[in-house]
């Protein structure tokens, strides 16, 4: 029986998985060049080819990906094992993967987090910030943060936010050019900054619901961003209306900066929800972060 290299397997493994070299690399803490060497050294002992490169991609060959499925659940089990070792000691430690929105990083996942580190320094935290959903389970994320209407189904929800409001918002100039809008639908009319989603394709629609009556708004405008900041100061600098979470301009409301129109309809929705797959393990680290998220109110 063959019997490889450990670290040789890890490396495999950690490239199928990222489908990159550059990330795998730096998940690893080698160089590019060392892992492609370590790659087509386990590829010329097992004579078969696990990895088919290209230009912009890496892809595991009919071969990698038998390799992967099989070999794969093995290394995990070893990780969970010494993850359980790792919950015997005095305090608990461990890395936790999350993914977020960057809204919700900022507003309900970083103010928990910048006490609790304190508290529990062997707790490491590594916070993936986008806006679209990912699958947290393919992707090996321990968590999610999403608003609580945007849950993955068989997920053990838990809510860490209050429930949060949308305003529409553009600058006195802009509205000094154009008409207030007092419908939804009159906002075809308006220059309209949005929120992209490049890796699901258009934009966000501008959701809106009044006394249960929804309506989706499909906006156009001059500007696209997928940062919510940029999205703002846009809005000040008079180029178009914006739609942004309400904390994100009450002070420039309250300061005049921003006037808010179609108020009466952007009702309260479910905030920020921090979600799991039930079925997992556990660590004794998790459930320290999961109970300093809990939202009590």
């Known amino acids: 029986m063959v019997r490889e290299n450990l670290n040789d397997l890890t490396a495999f493994l950690t490239v199928a998985r990222e489908r990159s070299f550059t990330r795998a690399a730096v998940k690893l803490g080698v160089s590019q060049p060392a892992l492609s060497q370590t790659i087509k050294d386990l590829e010329a002992r097992l004579g078969v080819r696990l990895l088919t490169r290209t230009t912009r991609s890496v892809a595991p060959t009919p071969a990698g990906e038998r390799f992967l499925q099989t070999v794969g659940p093995h290394f995990d089990g ?10 015997m000691r005095d305090r608990p430690a461990g890395t936790i993967r999350i993914t977020a929105s960057e809204h919700g990083a900022e507003t309900a996942l970083w103010p928990a987090l910048e006490k609790l580190l304190f508290d529990y320094p062997d707790i490491n935290v590594e ?19 999403r608003l609580g209407e945007h849950l993955e189904r068989d997920m053990v929800a838990v809510r860490i936010g209050p429930e949060m409001r949308m305003a529409v918002v553009g600058t006195p100039t802009y509205f000094m050019n154009q008409p207030v809008p007092r419908q939804p639908h ?15 394709g258009g934009n966000h629609s501008w959701e809106f619901d009044k006394a249960g009556r929804e309506i989706n708004v499909r906006v156009t405008g001059q500007l696209v961003f997928t940062s919510l900041s940029l999205i703002r100061r846009a809005a000040l600098s008079g180029l178009g209306l914006a739609y942004l979470p309400e904390d994100r ?26 979600y799991y797959p039930s079925r997992h393990h556990h660590s004794a680290a998790f459930t ?10």
Do not use: K, M
């Not at 070893?78 to 919950?87: K, Q, S």
């Not at 916070?127 to 943060?145: H, P, S, W, Y």
């Not at 320290?288 to 939202?295: Q, S, T």
């Open 78 to 87: 070893i990780e969970a094992g010494l993850a359980t070792l790792t919950e």
């Open 288 to 297: 320290v972060l999961v109970e300093a998220l809990r939202y009590r109110a």
């Open 186 to 200: 009159e906002l075809s009319a308006h220059n309209c900054i949005s929120l992209g989603r490049p890796t699901r």
């Open 127 to 145: 916070v993936v910030t986008e806006d679209n959903l990912r699958n947290i389970v393919a992707e090996r994320f321990d968590a999610g943060v």
């Open 249 to 274: 301009v009450q002070e420039d409301i309250r300061e005049e900066r921003l006037v808010r129109v179609l108020d009466d309809w952007c009702e309260p929705f479910p905030g920020y929800h921090l």
